[in-house]
Structure formats: C-alpha cells, structure tokens
C-alpha cells in the first residue's frame, strides 16, 4: 500500500521515530516541526495521511487542522496527543480529524490506523490537482513546469509559489496581504516593495509579446490573474 505522509510533530526522538518506522513500511514522510509549517505543507501538497500533534509552538493542532479543513483539504488527519480524555477525543475529531490516538501508543497501532484511513479509497483523501490552467497558460505542480501557449516559462521558486498562488484563486482579486502570508510567509508588512518587483517580473514572463495579458493590477484591492 505505502504511500506519503505528513508527520506534524515538535518532538524530535518522538517524530524520528515515527518516520523511520514508516520509512521501514515504504512510505515517503515528511515533517514539520511547528503548527504553521504544517498547515502550509498540508495545504501546498499531496498526501495520504497527516499525523499531527495536538500540543505545537506557533500554531496549536487543533487551530492547524480547522484551518486545514477549512482550506477545502479533505486528507484523513490523525491526532496524536497526551490529552486523551473523552472530551479531548471528541474535542479532535469534531474539529475534522479522520482518528485520534492518545499518548503513549505503538507504532504498529499507528500503521494499521493509517492504513485503514487509506483504505477508505476515492472517499478519503482528496488528491490536490495536479494541473492548474488559466486560459492558455498552465503550472505543473508536480514537474514544476509552467507553459503558455506551449511556451516554456522559467520561473525562480518564488515567482513559482507567486503563480501557483494566483493561478489557485484565479478569476479572484488576491489582495497583497494574502500574497504576503501564502507566499512568503510574513504576518505583517515589511514596507518594501518586494511584492510590487516580483509581480512586475512576473507579468513580463508570462504576458509580454502575447496578446491577451493575464495578470492584472487591481488599483486599491491587489492583483487578478484571468484573460480580459
């Protein structure tokens, strides 16, 4: 079966150990080890199961798995927590986990947990598309590559999270404080111009010598990606 997980944990034995026990079962894993690097990894890419801790610096579980169901993700998420009274069970799984498994538990419990929650098949996780297109431009969020019009674009990583991000919400007025916390993580803003240069870089990219420009500014609210 295998497949790829997410391992949302703050206790480095703790997690170690986890990942290489599904590492030995032939899963990929990967970790984060604070609430927000969880929360942009379950919500940037694919996986079959999230493991995440309850107890987390920076963002607590219960906030990061509301925001990953509310961000239309419907990956099976089990909790892991020393908190395991009844209320805390109920607490975790109203709040969207697929399973709840209290601290201290074996691995092997963990693994048939998550192997029942891939079992589920179509009706569990939901896969990220892997393709986004607008008009005739499409990201590849799995090769990584941008085309337009069969035109290969080269795009630095962050002009390619700046894309991928608008390419989402295309159609939509994405305004710059959402850019600054999706793309680069900033809950606050510098005061430069590091959005406005980035943008600019990547409206010639995608739009110069085509005639239907793409990406838009729009004055007082943020940008828009979508033919006009």
């Known amino acids: 079966m295998a497949g790829r997980i997410l391992v949302i944990e703050d206790d480095d034995r703790l997690a170690e150990y986890v990942g290489h026990g599904f590492a030995e079962s032939n899963y990929t894993v990967d970790r984060a080890s604070n609430g927000r690097d969880g929360l942009f990894l379950a919500t940037d890419s694919e996986y079959d199961v999230v493991i995440l801790d309850r107890m987390l610096p920076g963002m607590d579980g219960l906030s990061v798995l509301k925001a990953i169901r509310a961000a239309g993700v419907a990956t099976p998420v089990i909790c892991l927590s020393a908190l395991g009274t009844t209320d805390d069970r109920i607490e975790g799984l109203t709040a969207g986990a697929d399973d709840y498994l209290g601290k201290p538990f074996s691995f092997a419990e963990l693994l048939a947990r998550v192997q029942a929650l891939q079992r589920r098949g179509p009706g569990g996780a939901q896969p990220v598309q892997s393709m986004l297109r607008c008009a005739d431009l499409e990201l590849d969020r799995l090769s990584r590559q941008v085309r337009r019009g069969g035109r290969k674009i080269v795009l630095q990583p962050r002009e390619f999270r700046l894309l991928e991000y608008l390419m989402k919400h295309a159609g939509q007025v994405v305004t710059r404080t959402m850019l600054l916390e999706a793309v680069w993580d900033y809950h606050f803003d510098p005061g430069t111009h590091v959005i406005d240069v980035h ?23 943020g940008y828009r990606l979508a033919p006009e």
């Open 199 to 221: 943008i600019s870089r990547l409206r010639r990219k995608i739009d110069d010598g085509e005639a239907q420009p793409l990406l838009h500014t729009v004055r007082g609210a």
